[in-house]
């Protein structure tokens, strides 16, 4: 039986996605979500062979090839006066092939965190690492600078690492406000499949993560940034999209999002947590307070965020998703007490 282009495409990325997970029994899982037979999935993985993009490790077993590369920049050479020359040097030649789409969202991505390397690390040397196979495209980008976390930190005086990446979350930060807009970070990980930005031993990314993750993208004891980015080579994403999720009708960065689980080692329960996460929302007319995974809230959190600073600022849509039971039961009794 032959299929139509689509849906043979269709079938190798299922295919590879269930490789790349590595489960075992691919043939069947194929075969059962296609109701093709199994001889059409095992000429499929044939071919991807012969093509070079899996190889057997063993009877049954595969896995996707991946190709690498590495490239080392220093500003001393002229090498970080343009983030244009980056992109066109490491990355380009590598998505050249994709759908526009993609190549649109590594553009504005790629360009915003070299360009944060260029205007904001004082680094000397910057290596760009890419790592991509059939299913998706990674760009680790590592500096040796002065850390992000701690730029932020130190020009706004903040007390602590944890206040730099919180306000990171809600996006309109910059250190350099004449030549930046402060929303490069805040896109470009809305944009991504992953993202991490990983310095002084703290993370930011709104992606869940173990350690291991994190283990294997960068050293806790390495100086500087280190920028982890990954997507599908066949996401159906559109940076236009992902920038009106946030914006007005007349394009101004308007909503912002902060996901708990990102920002506290432990629950939030106290009034200094909340008004650090109120910090700079008068910036926003609707902020999303997102508590997925967070399994509890302190009354004096609770009552800050959605009382204090909502009295003080009508103007601002908070609007809270993600509660469990016990949240939402703490959400309700301090707006009812009000």
């Not at 236009?240 to 101004?252: C, I, K, M, Q, W």
Request: charged share 25%; glycine share 6%.
């Amino acid at each position: 039986m032959r299929f139509d282009k689509d849906k043979k495409k269709s079938i190798i990325i299922y295919l590879l996605e269930k490789i790349d997970q590595g489960d075992s029994g691919i043939s069947k899982a194929v075969s059962d979500a296609f109701s093709i037979n199994q001889n059409t999935v095992h000429r499929y993985i044939n071919e991807l062979a012969k093509e070079g993009v899996i190889h057997r490790v063993k009877r049954n077993q595969y896995e996707l090839i991946n190709q690498r590369y590495e490239y080392h920049l220093k500003r001393s050479n002229g090498d970080l006066l343009s983030d244009m020359y980056a992109y066109n040097a490491c990355l380009s030649p590598h998505i050249s092939l994709l759908p526009e789409n993609v190549q649109q969202i590594w553009a504005y991505t790629f360009s915003e965190m070299v360009n944060n390397v260029m205007d904001h690390s004082d680094a000397e040397n910057l290596i760009i690492r890419i790592e991509q196979n059939y299913l998706k495209t990674i760009a680790v980008i590592e500096d040796d600078g002065i850390g992000i976390f701690k730029k932020i930190k130190d020009h706004f005086c903040f007390e602590s690492l944890e206040d730099a990446i919180c306000e990171l979350f809600k996006g309109k930060l910059t250190t350099d406000t004449k030549n930046h807009s402060g929303e490069g970070i805040f896109f470009s990980s809305k944009m991504m499949d992953d993202f991490y930005i990983i310095s002084g031993g703290k993370i930011f990314t709104i992606n869940k993560y173990d350690n291991s993750v994190i283990n294997d993208i960068a050293s806790k004891e390495r100086v500087g940034t280190c920028v982890f980015m990954s997507l599908s080579n066949f996401s159906h994403k559109e940076s236009r999209e992902v920038f009106d999720l946030y914006a007005n009708v007349d394009g101004g960065f308007t909503k912002t999002t902060i996901p708990m689980k990102n920002i506290f080692d432990s629950y939030p329960v106290s009034r200094s947590q909340a008004k650090r996460v109120c910090n700079r929302l008068e910036k926003f007319q609707e902020v999303i307070i997102d508590f997925d995974e967070v399994q509890w809230m302190g009354q004096g959190f609770a009552h800050q965020l959605f009382v204090v600073f909502a009295n003080e600022h009508p103007e601002i849509k908070l609007t809270p998703v993600g509660m469990n039971e016990d949240i939402e039961k703490m959400y309700i009794h301090v707006i009812s007490e009000s």
